[in-house]
């Protein structure tokens, strides 16, 4: 598959206070057509995801909660300690 076959066929739930950022990261996933949704907060993303499917959920931010560069990560879902899935997420800024 493709990279522009991924972005298109993945939902992300981003959430971000900081509106200027936001806006920003915003306007790049319009910009690829990717199917978004923003959270201005936690308790925001928690509500939307109640709401709707997503593939994705991230706030940019690492595991010692500092954010990240623009680039391109891979995560992985792990289910009872097995591995089911591998993907790659895009975060532009």
């Known amino acids: 598959m493709k990279s522009e076959e991924i972005l298109e066929s993945i939902k992300i739930l981003y959430v971000e206070d900081d509106k200027n950022v936001r806006e ?8 690829f057509n990717i199917d978004f949704s923003a959270a201005v907060d936690g308790a925001d993303g928690v509500k939307k995801f109640k709401k709707g499917k997503y593939d994705l959920i991230w ?3 690492n ?3 500092k954010s990240v560069s ?12 097995k591995t089911k899935a591998v993907k790659k997420c895009l975060l532009l800024k």
């Open 24 to 31: 920003t990261v915003s306007d790049s996933l319009r910009l």
């Open 59 to 61: 706030s940019g931010k």
């Open 63 to 65: 595991g010692n909660n």
């Open 70 to 81: 623009s680039g391109v990560y891979f995560y992985k879902l792990d289910v009872n300690g």
